[in-house]
């Protein structure tokens, strides 16, 4: 599973410069590096386990926070809101 697991590290990679689908590449990050710390890193002391901890926390805000404003997704489903009002000003309700 390791060569499986450098693979989608170096495609995660390029999907968090693109940002785009970093939700769910965060939440499997998270998880890919969760299973590291706890198969791997677990006897190894404090300086050992730090990285692949951070690249955990780092899954995880990227699943929280998103790819921001800068990202291909932010693009794709932003919504302007002048829209949403025109949108309203038509409904018959």
């Known amino acids: 599973m390791a060569p499986l697991s450098v693979w989608f590290q170096l495609l995660a990679g390029i999907v968090f410069i693109l940002g785009i689908f970093t939700r769910w590449f965060g939440l ?5 590096f ?3 710390v706890w198969m791997v890193h677990w006897t190894d002391p404090i300086p050992g386990i730090w990285p692949a901890a951070i690249l955990v926390f780092l899954g995880l805000n990227f699943v929280v926070r998103g790819s921001g404003r800068y990202g291909i997704d932010y693009h794709l489903l932003r919504t302007d809101p002048r829209q949403k009002e025109r949108q309203k000003s038509f409904d018959p309700e």
């Open 34 to 36: 969760s299973v590291a």
């Open 28 to 32: 499997i990050t998270a998880l890919n």
